[in-house]
């Protein structure tokens, strides 16, 4: 440890003294040495440093002679009652017998005037002593405090951190919240009694979410404590979406200008709620120049440093804080601290500048002046109210009070294992290595109730009241508890809110909103907008198919194949499935054209019936034209199995169906033309054809044309048969039922058929369309043919362009269309003979006819 301490005391004469040479072995301070504004020497001491004054006088040193002691302004009544609650702890200590007994505590208390310069001079003090003459031995004896408790700035503690570190010296600190201290490699021996603002800024963020604020603005101090609040902030606030709309960074030396501009910069943002993670000295100066401005309507969210300021509170200036809320350290009541506070009195310490110094700041008097505004000494603290005397707001004090008992519950630790251990030396004392060694693993129940320990980094497990600055009937504001945040429960646990107990700014029970855009309701996404943070967006709707079922959706979700978005666009619904149903109008209209063209066949078969023995019925095969007429009812009738919802059955059928019934009607038609060129052949001299293709081999050759296509049709059938199928993909918001042909060539196969049939028929037809009238009816045959083939050359192109249904009434019109036509065109003339020109129904008008037409 002496070796160590060598350079820091070097470093000490450098800055304060000077060495003379080392033959006289004694080093002398020209300047003041270090001392301490408070102690009391005893067994075992600590260190403590706060800053009993707001600030210190800068100075510029010009090198050429002894430097002035820094002069400290500002007395601050918080801090002295930091370290009178040290001092509470301490005498409590060593009034318990059950804790360090026979072992008393002392402590030495610096003034640092919140000067990272003189923090670091007490920390050296602390460490090497202030004797005003240093010999050898001064190097080689036991530091003069085993552990410190301070600073309550991070930036001075970041220093006092750093400098004792090496050493092994313990600090522990009770308001010194910055994340970064808590890295072991650069402050192995820093602990403390509050939270790091790593947990307070992800509570904060967590705050901020819970209240649904995603556009905040930002002021933080410029200082360690600020920059790294905000930088842990902004980190989890971006994880959360939560957007940052300024981010200002002010301290209390800064000049006016600085703060106007901070104001400007408020007034003119449009983000209604602003977090304030500032240090109360730096925010002070701030908020003189808000009330200045008469800014309103700012809903405040506070750091721990100024959120429970009794001083704020009670400054009726700052009346526009009301509904402020944020995270506090935990209240506690210390029992006997007032009465210890206001026994205090100079007169206890005659010699003590700051004693004086503390009672002419509380009594606004002097002792310096022994007139109407001198002090006398006879005033009582015990009548007054102020920051000093308040025991309610004890929550920092509270930690002063944790850090004491943390030094003695250690010590105490140490001296029990000092005195079971066999191989420890009479007389051992503690060390600051052993009290940093012990003190990691310490853990003891303070008589408040709260369990104190330190995790790896040296933290306290992080616990926060969540405080709302509501008013009161006298104009200030009062502290009240609407919720906690605890990080040591579940994580969804760890934020509790009681919202309908928060009053927000300016006294509204109405929660503030505070958003760049508005939010983006169901069925719509978020379209940022160029240039500007990811809070402000457009709502865009979402395209067709595509939905979102959450507010502030950033992408729109398509459905599932079978799905499509409703009209909203916040949910998928099953897509309509379309085929031609019986119970729509054109399925019915369809089915009535199908059953008007089997009535009819009907009827002209019954008056064929009647009449077959007449010469018109007899004149071109009969058999041939019942068959026919027989073949058109089928044909009319297998239209109906295209409508109605697609199965397996009702596929193959539809197709099977339609080739075989059409073959068999065109093979009629096609035997009917070849009987017409056969009998005229057969009235040519020495013609004898009609004896090869009589009654017998019409029906043959009708039955042969036929079974080729029913191999055709078994075949497809067998192979690869037509099957109901889903097509999802000829429109995005319905689906279309319809039966898929399976094997392409099957289907082409039947239909090439048919045609082949069709042609073949109208090519005789035509060929034979000059024979007599009276032997023949080509030339309506060959109308019905050039009928039905026009019909299903147009049928191809419409089929295939069609969409769903349609394509299925484009086949049954294409069915009904050619079956009308055959029966028209063929069956009309002689049904008006029958009927209606009876007398041209005889064998001698015919032949009469037939003479006249062959001669």
Known sequence: MAKRTVPLVL?????????????????????????PLLHAQKDI?????????RSALLKIHPFTSKPEPTTCISFNLREFKFAQTLIFAIEEINNNTQLLPGVFLGYKI?????????????????????????????????????AIVGESNSSPTIGLASLVGPFSLPVISHFATCACLSNRKRYPSFFRTIPSDYYQSKALVQLVKHFGWTWVGTVRSRSDYGNNGIAAFEEAAKQEGICIEYSEAIFKTDPQDQFLKTVEVIKKGTARVVLAFIALGDFVPLLKVISQHNITGIQWVGS????????????????????????AIANAKLMGLREFLVNMHPDQEPNNEMLKEFWETTFQCSFSNSGSGGCTGSERLAELQNEYTDV?????????????????????????DIKTSTKSSKGERPTPQKVLEYIRGVQFTIKTGEEISFDASGDPVARYDLVNWQPVQDGSLQFKNVGFYDSSLPSEQHLQVNQEHVLWAEDSGQLPVSMCSESCPPGTRKAVQKGRPVCCYDCIPCGEGEISNVTDSSDCFPCDLEYWSNESKDRCVLKVIEFLSYTEIMGMVLCIFAFVGVLLTTIVSSLFYLHKETPIVRANNSELSFLLLFSLTLCFLCSLTFIGRPTEWSCMLRHTAFGITF????????????????????TLPGSNVMKWFGPLQQ????????????????????????????????YRDKIILECNVGSALGFWAVLGYTGLLSILCFILAFLARKLPDNFNEA????????????????????????????????????ILASSFGLLFCIFAPKCYIILLKPEKNTKKQMMMKSLHKTL
């Not at 309610?392 to 029990?416: F, G, M, P, Q």
């Not at 191999?711 to 993909?729: A, D």
């Not at 299903?792 to 299925?808: H, L, R």
Request: net charge positive.
């Open 45 to 53: 001491n600590i260190g403590a440093i706060f800053s009993f004054h």
């Open 779 to 814: 030339k309506f045959i060959t109308f019905s043919m050039l009928i039905f083939c026009a019909v299903w050359f147009t049928f191809i192109p419409a089929y295939v362009s069609s969409p769903g249904k349609f394509t299925v009434a484009v086949e049954i019109f294409a």
């Open 110 to 146: 610096y003034d640092s005037c919140s000067s990272i310069a003189l923090t670091i001079l007490s920390g050296m003090a602390l460490m090497n002593g202030y004797e005003e003459t240093l010999r050898d031995t001064s190097c080689s004896r036991p530091p003069a405090v085993h």
């Open 663 to 682: 073959v068999l009607c065109i093979s009629c038609i096609l035997g009917k033309t070849i009987v017409v060129l056969m009998a005229f052949k057969a």
């Open 699 to 730: 029906q043959l050759s009708v039955v042969s044309l036929t079974l080729i296509q029913m191999i055709i049709c078994v075949l497809w059938l067998t192979i690869s048969p037509p099957f109901p199928y889903m097509n999802l993909s000829y």
């Open 392 to 416: 309610s707001e004890l929550r920092i004090a509270n930690k002063v009070y944790t850090a004491v008992y943390a030094i003695a519950y250690t010590l105490h630790n140490i001296l029990k």
């Open 304 to 327: 721990e440093s100024w959120i429970t300021s009794r001083t704020l509170a009670e400054t009726k200036e700052y009346s526009f804080l009301s509904g402020a809320v944020g995270f």
């Open 11 to 35: 470093l000490l004469l450098v800055v304060y003294g000077v060495c003379v040479p080392a033959s006289a072995q004694v080093c002398r301070l020209l300047g003041q040495p270090a001392l």
